[in-house]
């Protein structure tokens, strides 16, 4: 794929890949005075490392926020184990090393907490992230994510490339992918339950038993603490992105049972996984050195992912 003609190039000091995604349009939307450049893969294909390099000399860029991944739920996990781990790995090898070359590129790494063992402490922290396996149901996207701190920290020593690492934790939010083979926890339980409410379903199957705990944070909230991890006392720091409270599976589609007015039962399929029993990441790092605190809550934010979802359809 040819790479986008020096006349094609916007203007600015900062890229975002995934720009078009979920995250990265929230990404893109934080006031920062100056103008960010959001690509789609069909103008710079990522998992084509000249097509990358190309991008970079034509351009301005000082500042990276490499946020494009192949990704999804448990199921799209089972399904492509391989594209998890190699795509994800590619493209981000490829913005690495092309930063690298390119040289005055600071890169901000956005990973997921995924990279985590399975067997992690609970809030877990940064140092935790190699003492272990992954969960094995993403642990293909996980070992992806964690080899490129790896590859950062090597590309840090040899050529000077200034990185930053940043693990947000579950994003939900407006804007979220509701499909069903793509959608994380949040969405699937909204769409699931009102598509029940308005077929007249009397039970909305759930995976799992319901009491698996996840750590949520408001895609807007994470937005803004991945934008503080460009600051110069980021540089060659790991940070976790989290709400501090721990939230059950049983108790988020309760919540959204509620909120949508459904008066159903919940249905818990034990024979079918849901992934780790515990997630949830200790923010105080992210807290003490960049000065991050989440401002939406879980009830609050669930109203709003709602409230789009119900709008957008």
């Excluded at 790991?238 to 059950?248: C, D, H, I, P, R």
């Amino acid at each position: 794929m040819e790479s986008m003609s020096a006349a094609d190039v916007p203007e600015g000091e900062l890229w975002i890949t995934g720009g078009s995604g979920f995250l990265g349009k929230y990404l893109a939307a934080v006031e920062t005075g100056s103008p960010a450049i959001c690509t789609r893969s069909s103008e710079v294909d990522l998992l084509d490392l000249d097509a990358v390099c190309g991008f970079l000399r034509q351009g301005r860029i000082r500042k990276i926020i490499h946020a494009a991944g192949f990704v999804g739920g448990i199921g799209l996990n089972l399904e492509h184990p391989g594209r998890m781990a190699t795509d994800n790995l590619r493209m981000g090898l490829n913005v690495l090393e092309a930063a690298a070359r390119q040289g005055a590129c600071r890169v901000v790494i956005v990973s997921t907490v995924c990279v985590y063992p399975e067997r992690a402490s609970v809030p877990t922290k940064e140092t935790e992230m190699f003492d272990g396996f992954p969960s094995e149901v993403t642990s293909f996207y996980g070992i992806a994510k964690r080899t490129l701190l790896t590859v950062a920290e090597g590309l840090s020593r040899e050529f000077g490339l200034e990185y930053s690492y940043v693990i947000p934790t579950n994003l939900y939010g407006p804007g979220d992918h509701f499909e069903e083979e793509k959608s994380h926890v949040i969405p699937a339980l909204i769409r699931r339950v009102v598509e029940a409410k308005e077929s007249g379903q009397d039970e909305v199957v759930v995976w799992g038993d319901g009491t698996q705990t996840r750590d949520l944070l408001f895609v807007e909230d994470a937005a803004r603490g991945i934008h503080l991890a460009l600051q110069d006392r980021a540089l060659g720091q790991v940070f976790n992105l989290g709400s501090g409270q721990e939230v059950s599976v049983r108790q988020m589609a309760e919540t959204i049972c509620e909120l949508v007015g459904y008066r159903g039962r919940l249905t818990w399929d034990t024979t079918k996984p849901g992934g780790a029993p515990r997630r949830a990441l200790d923010p105080g790092k992210a807290q003490e050195l960049l000065g991050f605190e989440p401002r939406i809550g879980i009830r609050e934010g669930l109203g709003k992912t709602i409230e789009w979802y119900l709008q957008s359809r």
